[in-house]
């Protein structure tokens, strides 16, 4: 049974940082794609950032380039996203996503497999 735990939502205020983590469990890491998708309050869902375990390689909502950065561990079975500079358009509820293969597009069809939201809030 595939799982995605997500991690790391929280308060903090404009111009600050957090961590999230998603840890993975139930299918084979390496051959997989693990990102992040996030819903706003009355917004629909958008792809935030994707790593393909095998390689490495990254995708990134282009809005959020240069402020959000998503790595993999793969000995961990762990992602992270680190976000930077945080505003608050970017409180949302940050899902933490997975499928097979290598995605090149962000879009809530190509992922099936889903976890928990974690709450992230951008306020003073």
């Known amino acids: 049974e595939v799982q995605l735990q997500a991690s790391g939502g929280g308060l903090v205020q404009p111009g600050g940082s957090l961590r999230l983590s998603c840890a993975a469990s139930?299918?084979?890491?390496?051959?997989?794609?693990i990102g992040w998708f996030r819903q706003a309050p009355g917004k629909e869902r958008e792809g935030v950032a994707c790593v393909t375990m095998s390689d490495g390689t990254t995708i990134y909502a282009e809005s959020l380039k240069g402020r959000f950065i998503i790595s993999g561990d793969n000995a961990k079975n762990t992602v992270v996203l680190q976000m930077n500079n945080l505003q608050p358009e970017d409180t949302a509820i940050y899902y933490c996503?997975?499928?097979?293969?290598?995605?090149?597009?962000?879009?809530?069809?190509?992922?099936?497999?889903w976890g928990q939201g974690t709450q992230v809030t951008v306020s003073s």
């Open positions: 139930g299918f084979a890491f390496d051959d997989y794609a």
């Open positions: 996503v997975a499928d097979y293969g290598s995605p090149h597009i962000l879009t809530t069809s190509r992922f099936n497999y």
